[in-house]
Each structure stands twice: as C-alpha cells, then as structure tokens.
C-alpha cells in the first residue's frame, strides 16, 4: 500500500521538485498538493493523506497553524514541516503545534525518502 503524500509550500517550483524527487519511490503517492495552510486543511479533508510536507511561510494560513488544526482533526496524518536554514526557532513551534518530524530545505531525495518512511 502506498505512503499517500500532499505537498504543502506557496513556491510552485518547490512542489514539482519534491514531486520529482519522490517520483520514482515505488511505495509513495503524491495525491495532492496545496500553496497555503487553508488549501491544505481541505485537501487532507478531502484526500487523507498519510503525510504531509508542509512549508512554514506561507500566505492565508502558516504551516504551524495548519499542522496544529490538521493534527487535531486528522491525528492519523503525519506532518513533517519543511523550513528554509534560518528558521530553527519555529522547530519547536511546529513540534508542539503536531508535526512529527522537520527537514530543513535544500534536502537530498534519500533526506527526504528515508524521513517520510521513517515517520
């Protein structure tokens, strides 16, 4: 059974890389995407994802706001939260609010693969 995935980031080049590198992974599904906190609360309504990747910045809706709805009304979804380098302050902001694991960006697809196995 495949790890059914939504990409969550509001840069458009940066879904269709993760798309890209999660491409060839056998037992890994994009099944949707989303550009802020708000699309990604109704796409996981509407898709239950197993894992979602979401950015922090974003408009309409953050990631940490977004991972905190989505954990409580999804606790099956994981949530790993993907940050540019400067950010390690909101580590703990998007531990507490439910995400399960935190990548920082750029990443590598073994980075990227083995995290959202692992979780």
Do not use: C, W
Not at 90 to 99: E, I, N, P, S
């Amino acid at each position: 059974m495949a790890i059914k995935i939504l990409i969550v980031d509001d840069v458009m080049e940066t879904r269709e890389n993760i798309k890209r590198l999660l491409y060839f992974e056998k037992d890994m599904m994009i099944v949707g995407e989303a550009a802020n906190g708000k699309e990604a609360m109704d796409q996981t309504d509407k898709l239950n994802p197993d894992i979602l990747l979401m950015d922090i910045n974003m408009p309409v809706m953050d990631g940490i706001t977004a991972t905190e709805q989505i954990s409580l009304k999804h606790p099956k979804a994981s949530i790993i939260i993907m940050s540019v380098q400067g950010e390690q302050e909101y580590l703990k902001q998007a531990m507490v609010a439910g995400a399960r694991e935190y990548m920082v960006k750029p990443f590598s697809t073994d980075e990227l693969v083995n995290t959202i196995r692992k979780v």
